[in-house]
Nanobody, 127 residues
């Protein structure tokens, strides 16, 4: 069994910053990518960012491009999300996720590509 545990969420004022962390534990596995999704109240879960280990490529949702930075450590199956210039519309539960399998021809912005999910961490941005 693989567990993903997020940390770093909280309450911040608009314009502030937070750094989310996610670490995998349990059985040993090799991830091809790790990422973050979020879900705001009354809305569907949406892609935020992903990083692929084979080539170091990063992917972002348009609304967070330039404000959020994803990074991580492949060997430790650890991923981070640095969030700057936060806006009230960034308020959501943020979920860490990891994918196994071949890293090619994958749609990293879709939830179905991922095998494991964390429980989520709340991020609240006040105006």
């Amino acid at each position: 069994q693989v567990q993903l545990v997020e940390s770093g969420g909280g309450l911040v004022q608009a314009g502030g910053s937070l750094r989310l962390s996610c670490a995998a534990s349990g059985r040993t596995f090799s991830s091809s990518a790790m990422g973050w999704f979020r879900q705001a109240p009354g809305k569907e879960r949406e892609f935020v960012a992903a990083i692929t280990w084979s080539d170091g490529n990063v992917y972002y949702q348009d609304s967070v491009q330039g404000r959020f930075t994803i990074s991580g450590d492949n060997a430790r199956n650890t991923v981070y999300l640095q969030m700057n210039a936060l806006k009230p519309e960034d308020t959501a539960v943020y979920y860490c996720t990891a994918a196994e399998g071949v890293p090619y021809n994958r749609r990293w912005w879709t939830a179905v590509e991922y095998n494991y999910w964390g429980q989520g961490t709340q991020v609240t941005v006040s105006s």
